[in-house]
């Protein structure tokens, strides 16, 4: 974990978003938050991580996305060269979600 992002105000932004429940109390939420370009920027991370644990090559994530090489690049490093695995441990807990349903 990076140690730089860890103090009590970083704390009280996870907890409250932990404390949401709903998708609708989540979309409220981030509207207030967020502009909606950095909502679809982070969305479009999470899409290109999980199309790159699907084996998808740039050209076709760029074409699905529209996110850029280096997006893409930036991800793949956090997927595949970091120790936190936080792509991968969110992917993981929606498949798991799923398959439930």
Do not use: H, P, W
Request: glycine content about 2%.
């Amino acid at each position: 974990m990076n140690s730089k992002l860890k103090n009590d105000t970083t704390d009280f932004l996870f907890d409250a978003i932990l404390s949401l429940e709903t998708k609708e109390e989540c979309y409220r939420f981030f509207e207030d938050l967020c502009t909606s370009s950095e909502l679809k920027a982070m969305s479009q991370r999470l899409v290109v991580a999980k199309m790159l644990t699907e084996k998808k090559v740039y050209t076709e994530i760029v074409k699905e996305t529209g996110a850029s090489t280096a997006t893409i690049s930036r991800v793949k490093r956090a997927l595949f060269d970091n120790d936190t695995y936080g792509y991968t441990l969110a992917l993981d807990k929606i498949a798991a979600k799923n398959e439930k349903l």
